[in-house]
């Protein structure tokens, strides 16, 4: 089956530093990803969309320069937390697919704390 | 824009009972996908059955089934036989289908979630 993997699992960093998120498909070429963010007990809100060469597609009310999203490769989409601050402390999701399916494969997870 | 409504945030079994999960949902589409979504206490999203909108047959999968109706809009989920590793939070999500243009995104869009407890 197809994998998606994110690092690291678990971060912790300062406020006002920045954090990146790695999401890799390690079996298949993911031509679109998506990152979620999801606080506890609640369901997974798109915060974008990306496809790979171009310009992430933002859901209203996500701050794109806060939340800066790279896709520069098949295999590769980043997530940067920039100028990170306590409420942005969730749980982040990323999901794959490539263009033959419609189905998304999720990544395990990573869990930001800002302190 | 489509809605996906969980109405049951709550819900618990018994070991090797029946328990149903509810769902629907609203859209303007013909052609679309639901999913059930698992996901345990690690927080992995584990994809449980899908139904795509233009087969009439409801999907099967093992101990997993769903009634899906698409005339009301409702794609509820059962689990036979429960066991204890269905202890989760489960979610019904909606899928855009790809448009005629070719460029797909493939959103999905979540139900709250439902909390289901299979005690002993």
């Known amino acids: 089956g197809a994998v998606v993997s994110q690092h690291p699992s678990w971060v912790i960093c300062k406020s006002g530093t920045s954090v990146k998120i790695e999401c890799r498909s390690l079996?298949?070429?993911?031509?679109?990803m998506f990152w979620y963010r999801q606080f506890p007990k609640q369901s997974l809100m798109l915060m974008a969309t990306?496809?790979?060469?171009?310009?992430?597609?933002?859901e209203q009310g996500v701050e794109k320069d806060k939340f800066l999203i790279n896709h520069a490769s098949l295999t590769l989409s980043t997530l940067t937390v920039t100028s990170a601050h306590p409420e942005d402390s969730s749980f982040y999701i990323c999901?794959?697919?490539?263009?033959?399916?419609?189905?998304?494969?999720f990544g395990p997870g990573t869990r930001l704390t800002v302190t | 824009a489509q809605t996906v409504t969980q109405s049951q945030p709550e819900m618990s079994v018994q070991e090797a009972e029946t328990v149903t999960l509810s769902c629907t949902y609203d859209?303007?589409?013909?052609?679309?996908?639901l999913f059930w979504y698992k996901q345990p206490p690690s927080r992995q999203m584990i994809l449980v059955i899908r139904?795509?909108?233009?087969?009439?047959q409801n999907a099967t999968e093992n101990r997993f089934s769903v009634n899906f109706q698409k005339a009301a809009k409702s794609f509820s989920l059962k689990i036979s036989d429960s066991q204890l590793g269905d202890t989760a939070m489960y979610f019904c999500?909606?899928?855009?289908?790809?448009?005629?243009?070719?460029?797909?995104?493939?959103?999905?869009?979540f139900g709250q979630g439902t909390i289901l407890t299979v005690h002993p």
């Open positions: 999901s794959a697919r490539d263009w033959t399916d419609y189905e998304q494969y």
């Open positions: 079996d298949f070429q993911a031509t679109t």
């Open positions: 990306s496809n790979e060469g171009s310009k992430a597609t933002y």
């Open positions: 999500a909606f899928m855009n289908p790809i448009n005629a243009g070719g460029t797909s995104y493939g959103k999905l869009t």
């Open positions: 859209t303007s589409e013909n052609n679309y996908y």
């Open positions: 139904q795509e909108a233009y087969k009439q």
